[in-house]
């Protein structure tokens, strides 16, 4: 029988490296030291089973996927990763899915020279909850009210093949994916890629004003900067970058789940048009594709226009917990 700090020291507990954690797991606390000037972003996102992903989904891709979101958030904050911690709740102790889920957490980790400092670990109905912790300089943060009117929207890499990923394995197309094409845009559901350089670029260089990640659906969390920034948009839904499977389906369904999909963990920011040069240099710096795909208008609202500009009534709206 594997015990609690059994567990906790063959699965969690690594070498030290004492290049990020002045203390690392074994304490009563783990102790940090901050980079002088700068500020600490700290962040958590938790995965419930049954909510966030299937009961009985692959250990080592939720692994990945638990540290991925967290990574995501600061990522829009525009802070440069340091630690996290892991809070766990497991029916069992079962090696074989500690061993993959360990595998999962640490390969991204380890993408990202970022130290797992401290958790806690309980039995109960399955549960990952992690907090992460980074820097950025103050007043760099990219923050979701600094959006100014005229400034242009972007968005990272594609939307909506996690959407349709989880369509597919609900039965909810009408044309089916086949297996390649389901397998494909799985692995956006299942493993997205943090976009974290890049948002640190845009913050570091003072290149963009407001960020969010897309977590919920492009429309719901645009609709975050727009109220926090006092500002209204438009925006032109056939310019969203699908992706790649989505690409192949309907002008409705690319629309729809690009538009509000939700589980992307794409970046959306703005920055004023002056900064288009630096946008797109920023991006290929770090080999990640930007696409410009509306404005950022005083007038309140959000405005959505097709290719020719002309109004679409899409009737979309992000994800929410208690209303979904
Ligand atoms: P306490 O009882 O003081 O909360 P614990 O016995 O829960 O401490 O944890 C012992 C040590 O192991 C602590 O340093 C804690 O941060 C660490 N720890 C517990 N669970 C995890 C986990 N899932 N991942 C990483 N570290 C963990
Ligand atoms: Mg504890």
Partial sequence: MLSEFDLIKEYFQRPHHAT??????????AL????????????SDMLVEGRHFFAGEDARRLGHKSLAVNLSDLAAMGARPVGF????????????????????LFALADAFN?????????????????TVFGEV????????????PGDDIWISGTLGDARLALAGYRGEL?????DASQRGAAARLHTPVPRVELGVLLAEQGIAHAA????????????????????????????????????TRDTALRRAYSAAGGDDYELCFTAPASARAAVLAAAASVA???????????????????????????????????TS
């Fill in 20 to 29: 990020r954690a002045a203390l690392g797991i074994g304490d009563d606390c």
């Fill in 32 to 43: 940090i030291a901050p980079t002088p000037g700068m500020q600490t972003a700290i962040s």
């Fill in 85 to 104: 911690t892991l809070a766990l709740a497991l029916p069992a102790a079962d090696r074989a899915w500690l061993h993959g889920f360990a595998q999962g």
């Fill in 114 to 130: 970022i130290e797992l400092i401290g958790g806690d670990t309980t039995k109960g109905p399955l549960n990952i909850c992690i």
């Fill in 137 to 148: 300089a103050p007043g760099r943060a990219l923050r979701r009210g600094a959006a100014r």
């Fill in 174 to 178: 009408a044309q089916p994916l086949d």
């Fill in 212 to 247: 969010i990640d897309i977590s919920d659906g492009l429309i719901g969390d645009l609709g975050h900067i727009l109220t926090l920034s006092g500002a209204g948009a438009t925006l032109d839904v056939d310019a969203l970058p699908a992706g790649d499977v989505l690409a």
């Fill in 288 to 322: 990640t594709p930007v696409t410009r795909v509306g404005i950022i208008e005083a007038q309140a609202g959000l405005r959505l226009v097709d290719a020719a500009g002309a109004p679409l009534d899409l009737r979309l709206a992000g994800f929410d917990h208690f």
